[in-house]
C-alpha cells in the first residue's frame, strides 16, 4: 500500500510516499480502507517531536517519531474486523482516530470508530474526529457553556475554533469569534454575535468580560487572559508554543493549572483528544450533532497523498480556514 511515513523527527520535508506493508486488524481492531484524512496541528507537533519534553514523556515517541505512518484522524470505508468486534462490518463507512491515516489503509481500535454521517463527503467526515471533540470537550465539557453566557473563541476561524464557534452558539451563547478579517463572514456564519479582527483588536484591552474563553492560539500571557474573563470566569487554555520549543503550549497549561489553584476564575487546560480518553462518546456526540444540522465541518483545502508533506507546511503555518484535509483514495 502506498503510505507517508517518517522515519526521524524534523521539517516537513522527512516526510516521504513508499510502498510498505498493509497492516492486519488484531483483536479488537479494524481495518480501514482510507479515503481521507485531515491534518491537525498533532501531525507537525508528532513531525517534529515538539515540544521536547513531550519526547521524555513518551507522548510522541523518544528517539524516533511513535508511528512510523503519519495521520491520526481519518475517514473510510471498514475492510475487515479482528476477533471481538462487534457493530461494524466490512463496507461500513466510519471516521475517527487512526494512528498512520495518511496510508491507503490502517487499522485501529474499533471503539475509535463511529459511523460516518451520510450525508458527509469522505473529506467533511475526516475534518471531524480531532478538531470536534477538541471543541465539543472545550466548550461543554470542560467550559460549561449554557444558554446566556458570554463566549470568545479565539482562532475562531480555524479546525478547533469553526466547530467551537457552532457549538457555543447551539447552547444559546453569545459569542464572540476571533480571527483574521478574510475568516470573519464565515465566522459570523457559523453563529458569532460578533467578530474580532486579531490584526486590530486585541480582546484582553477591551472592556468586555467574558464567562467563558476558549484560548485556541495562546498568543497573550495569563494575566491579560484573566483580565477579560468575569470574576468567576472559565479560560480553557488549547494551545500555544512553536516548533523547537522545551516545553511549547504545555509550559502554558502548566502554569494555567498552578494558578487555577489560587483564584475564583477557572482556568483550566483541555487535555489532548487523540486516542487518549473516553473518545467513543465523544464521537458520538459529535456526529449526533452534525446529523442534526448542528454542526457543519468547515474544509479549506485538500492534498493528494503525495503532497502531505506540502499540507503540514499549511498547517504549521497556522494559517488554515477551518481544516484542511488529505485525500487518500
Known amino acids: 500500500m502506498k503510505a507517508i511515513v517518517q522515519e526521524r523527527f524534523g521539517p516537513p520535508d522527512v516526510l516521504r510516499l513508499v510502498d510498505t506493508d498493509r497492516p492486519e486488524p488484531g483483536a479488537g481492531e479494524v481495518l480501514v480502507r482510507v479515503r481521507a484524512a485531515a491534518l491537525n496541528p498533532y501531525d507537525w507537533h508528532m513531525l517534529r517531536g515538539d515540544p521536547y519534553v513531550a519526547r521524555l514523556l513518551g507522548g510522541v515517541g523518544r528517539t524516533r517519531p511513535l508511528s512510523r505512518v503519519a495521520g491520526i484522524d481519518a475517514a473510510g470505508q471498514v475492510e475487515a474486523v479482528g476477533d471481538g468486534v462487534r457493530g461494524l462490518r466490512p463496507g461500513d463507512e466510519v471516521l475517527g482516530f487512526c494512528r498512520g491515516s495518511f496510508a491507503e489503509y490502517a487499522r485501529t481500535p474499533a471503539d475509535l470508530l463511529v459511523p460516518k454521517p451520510a450525508h458527509l ?5 475526516a475534518a471531524v474526529p480531532m478538531a470536534a471533540v477538541t471543541a465539543l470537550r472545550g466548550i461543554r465539557t470542560v467550559g460549561r457553556v449554557r444558554a446566556g453566557h458570554r463566549v470568545l473563541v479565539n482562532g475562531a476561524g480555524g479546525g478547533v475554533g469553526t466547530f467551537a464557534v ?7 451563547a453569545e ?5 483574521s478579517a478574510r475568516n470573519a463572514d464565515l465566522v459570523r456564519s457559523l453563529g458569532a454575535t460578533h467578530v474580532l479582527d486579531h490584526t486590530r483588536d486585541d480582546f484582553t484591552d477591551r472592556h468586555a468580560h467574558y464567562d467563558v474563553i476558549l484560548d485556541n492560539v495562546g498568543n497573550h500571557p495569563l494575566r491579560r487572559l484573566r483580565r477579560a474573563l468575569t470574576p468567576t470566569g472559565t479560560l480553557v487554555a488549547n494551545g500555544g508554543g512553536s516548533p523547537g520549543r522545551v516545553f511549547g503550549a504545555m509550559g502554558f497549561m502548566l502554569r494555567t493549572a498552578a494558578v487555577d489553584t489560587v483564584v475564583r476564575q477557572r482556568l483550566l487546560p483541555i487535555l489532548p483528544s487523540a486516542p487518549a480518553g473516553p473518545t467513543h ?5 459529535v456526529t449526533a450533532l452534525i446529523e442534526s444540522g448542528t454542526l457543519t465541518p468547515v474544509v479549506d483545502r485538500t492534498y493528494p497523498l503525495a503532497d502531505t508533506a506540502e499540507g503540514v507546511r499549511h498547517v504549521e ?7 484542511a484535509v488529505v485525500v487518500v483514495g
Open 166 to 172: 457552532q457549538i457555543a452558539a447551539a447552547l444559546d
Open 317 to 323: 503555518r497556522g494559517h488554515a480556514r477551518g481544516k
Open 121 to 125: 463527503t469522505f473529506e467533511q467526515a
Open 281 to 285: 462518546d465523544d464521537l458520538l456526540a
Open 175 to 179: 459569542v464572540t469569534g476571533v480571527c
